[in-house]
């Protein structure tokens, strides 16, 4: 458990409590000390019982508490037979790089029976963002929420609420993800599917033997609660809704946004969503429920977990209301919602969109396939920017860099693909060979970039979303097709775009994102569809040192796990 506001993991109304003591204690930046143990525990779901790798032996983990300014101590000892790393998904780590997580990136994994303590400074953040493990597929039941609760003295830029919860969705597989995913490798095909979604770890009454895994929030009429809804699903992008209720989104991966109101919402893994919701309907319960997103001709697991929304005094005999929610493939919705996504662009918040651009990058997406001898069939499925698949290395990429290590990776990511094509043209089934290695883009410090990533046709089109860390960036244009270097740009939003630190890549489509290059290190940017990670759609970026050591990278920790 945490050293410190232990007391916040409880019931709503502890976490009402903790919050209230988060806003009434003196002004100052504090120190937050957590113990993460990584352990085994059996857990049941859908009639199955299976040990899972888990953090204090929670499903999900634990979530982390902090205030903007704070410094967090997270110390992960390993005592499970897999090799671990916890990523803090959205935290920028300004140039501490060894704090960000993904193995064989910023860190070799902790082994186990060691320890390593993330060393995290929290600087102009606040909101909703999360943690899970980064290696193999660990983050199936690894995984947070982290909770940045703003400057003491200093308020939400919307309605105070009356009680907050978390909503964290994922997905739960029968048999052990692992095995699964070694099956599928073998094969040289993508593992199978999963077999329900979660909310708070939880299936709901849909799923067999379940009424006991159905998480429940408990609400009073006329009270108005703020829901911090985390992706934390492995290969599904997500549509949530609760019935009879209207949904004001209010923030996005820790961005305050413009305020507005939808039935629904979509929400890719990796992203997060903050919801004010007013309890002003008859008193009753009412599902909350997550189902998949899929524009694309691709199996997916298209089951709906439900959680419900429950007036207080109302007996449990009741029986809830489902939610209207959008159609599987309802891209109508996807792009509406995304489209109505603005940064709250205030004096206080504003929105410091790169309006001149240093540097220019094209990266396509695309999937293909490569010869394989320990594949069954001699061919497996694989994945690439610019048609380079990503090879991880032995050793952390930021140690080699820092340490100025030869021979582990190169510095001449291309900027654009090496051939254009027609990108979302008819389906391409020929020449589907990559290239493979360990390739970064370098970027010159305080550069402004922008880079458009573009869907391709190659084998199929399909939505993809990206996370870049040690960054936020500015979504200033979307759109369905090719993007057209002379027509497109002169669209762009470049008054108060989202901002985000993962992004959905449009099926069939492109994203145009802006940021500034201002946090020296190696920073990751990849897929968060695991299963298209594993199959090497991710590359990073060298972002060199500033002129003096302020602006350069920190020194690594002495406990930093050894490769």
Known sequence: MAKTNSFCWGSSALLFLCLVGFFSTPAKAGLKTYQFDVQVKNVSRLCHSKPIVTVNGMFPGPTVYAREGDTLLV????????????????????????????????????????????NITITGQRGTLWWHAHIFWLRATVYGAIVILPKQGTGFPFLQPYQEANIVLGEWWNNDVEEVVKQGN??????????????????GPLFPCSEKHTYALEVEQGKTYLLRIINAALNDELFFAIAGHNLTVVEIDA?????FISQALLIAPGQTTNVLIQANQAPGRYFMAARPFMDAPVSIDNKTATGILQYKGIPNTVQPVLPQLPAL???????????????????????????????????TIGLGINQCTTCLNGTQLTASLNNITFVMPQI???????FNTKGVFTTDFPDRPPTPFNYTGAPLNANLGT???????????????????????LLTVESHPFHLHGYNFFVVGTGVGNFDPKKDPAKYNLVDP????????????????????????????????????????KTAFVVENGKDSDHSILPPPTDLPPC
């Open 435 to 457: 290239k493979i290695g360990t390739r970064l883009g370098k970027l010159a410090f305080n550069s402004t970039v922008e880079l458009v990533l573009q869907d391709t046709n």
């Open 255 to 259: 961005v305050y946004t413009k305020p």
């Open 75 to 118: 110390n992960v000892t390993n005592h499970a037979k897999y090799n671990m790393s916890i990523h803090w998904h959205g935290l920028k780590q300004y140039r501490n790089g060894w704090a960000d997580g993904p193995a064989y990136i910023t860190q070799c994994p902790i082994k186990t029976g060691h320890s390593y303590t993330y």
């Open 396 to 402: 952390g990429l930021l140690q080699a860099h820092y």
């Open 498 to 537: 989202p901002e985000r630190n993962t992004i959905g890549v449009p099926t069939g489509g492109w994203v145009a994102i802006r940021f500034r290059a201002d946090n020296p290190g190696v920073w990751f940017m990849h897929c968060h569809l695991e299963l298209h990670t594993s199959w090497g759609l």
């Open 186 to 203: 073998k094969l040289g095909l993508p593992p199978n599917m999963s077999d329900a979604h979660t909310i708070n770890g939880k299936p």
């Open 329 to 363: 493939n309802d891209t109508a919705f996807a792009l509406s919602f995304n489209a109505k996504l603005r940064s709250l662009n205030t004096a206080q918040f504003p929105a410091s969109v790169p309006l001149k651009v240093d540097r220019h990058l094209f990266y």
